[in-house]
């Protein structure tokens, strides 16, 4: 069915914004929940936030929430990450992942890794103060 390739990352300063895109293939689509992750050495993997494939409904966790969006775009298929207002503790590689669901379930409920089972090579965000 494809891969998950994400780009967009690179080094910026806090206070700047940040886009990151993934390639999503055929993963935007009803059967799939998409979502972005970001890991630092020694941290936990953690959901940054997530793009139901059929509803295009959204979700971050209050951790991100005035300064995450995420979008897709059918007609690109790419699933689009924008993060605003960049903190040094912002440092991390982001993944994109996809994880098997439906319409109705969407999102709900799937936010950690153990819930997606396709995953891009990551793209590294290094933000300096």
């Known amino acids: 069915q494809g891969q998950l390739v994400e780009s967009g990352g690179g080094s910026v300063q806090a206070g700047k914004s940040l886009r990151l895109s993934c390639a999503a293939s055929?993963?935007?689509?009803?059967?799939?929940?998409l979502a972005w992750f970001r890991q630092s050495p020694g941290e936990d993997r953690e959901v940054v936030a997530t793009l139901s494939g059929g509803r295009l409904s959204t979700w971050w966790p209050d951790s991100v929430a005035d300064r995450v969006t995420i979008f897709g775009d059918r007609a690109k298929k790419t699933v689009d990450l924008h993060i605003s207002n960049l903190k040094p503790e912002d440092t991390a590689t982001y993944y994109c992942?996809?994880?098997?669901?439906?319409?109705?379930?969407?999102?709900?409920?799937?936010?950690?890794?153990?819930?997606?089972?396709?995953w891009g090579q990551g793209t590294q965000v290094t933000v300096s103060s």
């Open positions: 992942a996809a994880g098997t669901s439906d319409w109705w379930t969407g999102c709900q409920g799937l936010t950690t890794p153990e819930n997606f089972h396709i």
């Open positions: 055929t993963y935007l689509s009803e059967n799939f929940c």
